[in-house]
């Protein structure tokens, strides 16, 4: 990977960089001079953490090693340069793709000085031992709490994904970590975590304090529910910086109790594991005012196709660079920047990154696609499909509907079994699309020789062409139903589904039941393409994913709840 020095890692330059004062006066950008004339080896190597400066690192440590011993220059120098860097983070300034090229230079230097330090026990600033709890395959967000631990001086055992509380607790043990840390983006997995704590519990293991993050935990469900459950101290964080600021304040003894919530607060941040829980879901009752066509399109064929051969050029197009930038890369719009500057900003500085890694993956990532088409009917909540001919069903779906508002529920967006025969069935739509495993093993690759900002940047590209690939071939299934010229022919405005119909993947909040997966497995086959089911419902590769297409001009995203 070739190093890339960066250009300017700040978004704006208001007070606050007056924390990088002393390095301002020589930015290497602009002058084309030596950018660290000048300054004393402590500031040399400051600078080299803050701007993520590789180039002439290993020189810049041999002087200090010259005067300090190793443990010294990580502990008061590099170590401060990352606190520089975590500040700057918080306030906003910096944003986390340069946090991360801090982290790499951080990481490089501590394998440079290594060799000349002996191990000292306790020598670091606390130990946790990080894991994806069990039927949760999500990496990213888990790696990320590790990389930035790791390089703050943290002692990190990362254990990785699906790993059950025996081989969470052992591995804690050998490992004498202080503090255990799980992650799990699924709502089941904010279930597991709190079955692991009632395990800890009963083992008398509560002595270890806890921390959990990861998008389907709230701060109300971790600081109010599960923290009556565990006997020990169990801590929220909403990301990783959050996860090292309560390392820091665990490992000094301050044992932070966490933060009585705000009753209102507590109200308003309803904890989402009642997506699991059937009880709460109506699954009869008054319909919506959905009316089904009376003309519905024709069966484009019976069955399932497949698609093995895809221009990933074409499939970039439809990449959704808010989801990329914001949600992905988490480039973050600074306090004061309106907007156009903060997107003209993104344009300069997120877009020729855009560019490398679409150069960079377009022969990693392997799109293909599986889909077809069924004769259905609806029957209430459920939704019939029938094998070729109307005739006989072959399965069907049960679909949720709103408690309240418009009681929806996607079975209604179809006619229903009363007003059809065979003859006269509608029609419903699947897809399954991945780009392959390549690019996991590329993350792997890029993770473990510290290329973190790239590790990052791959991962996005990664699961939103798995996204993108799926709009594309969404697109496709209109023109084939009939409506394709209905599309808007800005492509941007697809990702705010302007276009007939909708495609609801299985998980989400209007068919939230995951194992209906193997139901569209039975239906579409999609092994010859190489996605398998896991027997947590999760598609392998990871950047895959499935949708339900329905045809209806109404059927927009909606939640059940
Ligand atoms: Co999908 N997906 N997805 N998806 N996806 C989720 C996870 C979901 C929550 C969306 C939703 O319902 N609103 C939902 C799961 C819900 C459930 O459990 N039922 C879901 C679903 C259903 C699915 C599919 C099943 C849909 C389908 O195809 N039928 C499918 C499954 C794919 C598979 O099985 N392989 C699928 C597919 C995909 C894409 C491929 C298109 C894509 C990538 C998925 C991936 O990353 N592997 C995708 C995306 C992008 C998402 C969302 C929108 C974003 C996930 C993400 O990349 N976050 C997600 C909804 C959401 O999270 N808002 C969703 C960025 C990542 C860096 O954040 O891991 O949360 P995260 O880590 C953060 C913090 O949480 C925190 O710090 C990190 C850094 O700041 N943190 C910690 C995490 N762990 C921590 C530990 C700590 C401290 C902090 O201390 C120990």
């Known amino acids: ?102 982290a790499e230079v951080m990481k490089a230097a501590v394998r440079h000085l290594e060799p000349y330090m002996e191990r000292v026990e306790g020598s670091d600033k606390g130990s946790i031992l990080l894991a994806t709890v069990a039927g949760d395959v999500h990496d990213i967000g888990k790696n990320l709490v590790d990389i930035i631990l790791s390089n703050n001086g943290f002692r990190v055992v990362n254990i990785g994904i699906k790993q059950p509380i025996d ?8 490992s004498k970590c202080e503090v255990i840390g799980l992650s799990g983006l699924l709502v089941k997995s904010t279930l597991v975590m709190r079955d692991n704590l009632l395990v800890m519990n009963e083992r008398g293991l509560h002595g ?7 998008a389907a935990l709230t701060r109300a469900y971790v600081e109010q529910d599960l923290s009556d459950v565990y006997n020990g101290s169990v801590y929220y964080a909403q990301d990783a ?16 109790t966490p933060r009585p919530l705000d009753p209102e607060a507590a109200r308003t941040t309803s904890h989402r594991t009642d997506a699991l829980d059937p009880a709460l879901y109506v699954f009869a009752g008054e319909r919506s005012e959905v009316e089904p066509l009376e003309l519905t399109p024709e069966l484009p064929f019976y069955g399932a196709r497949k698609l093995t051969k895809v221009d990933i050029h074409e499939v970039f197009k439809y990449i959704n660079p808010i ?25 300069a500085e997120a877009g020729p990154v855009f560019d490398r890694m679409k150069r960079e993956l377009g022969g990693v990532l392997k799109p293909k696609v599986k889909w077809g088409y069924f004769p259905c009917a609806s029957e209430g909540n459920d939704l019939i499909i029938y094998e ?7 399965l069907r779906f049960q679909f949720p509907r709103q408690r309240e508002g418009k009681r929806l529920c996607i079975s209604d967006f179809f006619r229903s079994v009363a007003r059809t025969d065979p003859n006269s069935r509608d029609v419903v739509g699947f897809q399954i699309v991945t780009v392959g495993s390549g690019v996991s093993a590329r993350e792997k690759k890029l993770f473990a020789a510290g290329e973190f ?59 939230p039941n995951l194992e209906d997966q193997a139901k569209l497995f039975e239906l579409l086959e999609p092994q010859d393409i190489g996605i398998e089911l896991t027997e947590e419902f999760m598609l392998y590769p990871e950047q895959s994913t499935s949708a339900i297409v329905v045809h209806h001009p109404e059927a927009k995203y909606f939640n059940v709840r």
């Open 1 to 102: 990977m070739g190093e890339r020095e960066p250009k300017d890692r700040t978004v704006t330059y208001d007070p606050l960089l007056e924390l990088m004062a002393r390095f301002e006066s020589v930015r290497s950008v602009d002058t084309g001079k030596n950018p660290f004339e000048g300054l004393s080896i402590e500031d040399t190597l400051k600078k080299h953490i803050v701007e993520g400066i590789k180039r002439d690192l290993d020189r810049h440590l041999e002087e200090a090693r010259a005067v300090r011993p190793p443990l010294e220059i990580i502990n008061d120098i590099l170590l401060d340069g990352m606190k520089t860097v975590g500040e700057l983070f918080g306030a906003g300034k910096m944003q986390l793709p340069f946090v991360l090229q801090s």
């Open 167 to 174: 081989s969470i607790l052992s591995k804690a043990a050998e």
């Open 208 to 214: 270890y304090p806890v921390i959990l993050g990861g």
């Open 241 to 256: 910086f959050e996860g090292l600021r309560l390392m820091g304040e665990i490992g000094s003894g301050e044992a932070p």
């Open 323 to 347: 989801a990329l930038f914001r949600g992905q890369w988490q480039y973050r719009r600074p306090e004061g920047m309106s907007n156009p500057e903060f997107s003209r900003w993104l344009e």
């Open 388 to 394: 070729d001919g109307g005739a006989r069903e072959r």
């Open 453 to 511: 900002q790239d590790y990052l940047y791959t991962h996005g590209i990664g699961v939103e062409s798995a996204e993108a690939l799926a709009e594309y071939w969404h697109k496709q299934m209109r023109a084939e139903l009939g409506f394709g010229n209905d599309d808007p022919s800005d492509l941007r405005l697809l990702f705010s589904a302007k276009y007939r119909g909708s495609r609801y993947s299985f998980g989400y909040p209007a068919c």
